[in-house]
């Protein structure tokens, strides 16, 4: 298994993990969008450097050559300039009949663990561990002390894991029609970069 950065080419296998948590999510604004015309939506914003090392940052686990978990993230105070892709490319596309438009999903002063996706047939090895793992390094270089995240309160299996992993429940929070734990965690004091 190799954590890493994701690059362009790995944008058409990240698609279709993080599909899988827009399906989760039940977006009233995606429920009328053809499968296919979304994953070319996602591909595309997953090919753009503010998604993998501008803005934002996209980290894959890789097995045998194929991306099987994804993790994407970023500082909150980013948080317009990462939606504001999905936003233009949803509306270059004939599917989306109306603008599409994200929630504000983090808080102040973190970086934000926006999704977390591992392939239906890779999942119980602990591939969405080891993702979580790495996350503190791409945080720290973005200057950051905590990160933060949001679990639906359907999932208690996801909710377990974080826990494990050392968040804390901060406070609650309604994306869409569903209702989510905030949680973060501490990594340390923010790197501070001095010329």
């Known amino acids: 298994m ?41 591909t595309a914003a997953y090919r753009t450097r503010t998604y993998l090392s501008g803005a934002a940052t996209t980290v894959v686990a890789e097995a045998d050559g194929q991306v099987v978990g994804v993790a994407f993230g970023y500082p909150g105070e980013n948080e317009d300039v990462v939606d504001d892709v999905m936003t233009r490319l949803a509306a270059q596309s004939a599917a989306f ?20 996706a591992v392939s239906p047939d890779h999942q119980g090895q602990g591939i969405g561990r080891q993702l979580l793992r790495a996350l503190p390094i791409y945080a720290q270089r973005d200057r950051q002390a905590v990160i933060g995240l949001n679990v639906d309160f359907e999932n208690p299996g996801a909710m377990r894991l974080y826990e494990r ?17 905030h949680m973060q965690l501490e990594i340390g004091k923010p790197i501070r970069v001095t010329n």
């Open 97 to 116: 009949d109306e603008p599409f438009d994200l929630d504000s999903e983090t808080a102040a002063g973190e970086w934000y663990l926006d999704s977390l």
């Open 2 to 42: 190799i954590i890493r950065e994701a690059r362009p080419a790995d944008a058409p296998q990240i698609a279709p993990l993080m599909n899988l948590i827009y399906d989760e999510m039940e977006l009233t604004d995606l429920e009328d969008v053809p499968g296919p015309d979304l994953l070319k939506v996602i």
């Open 165 to 181: 992993m050392g968040y804390e429940v901060t406070g609650k929070q309604m994306i869409g029609d569903h209702e989510y734990y």
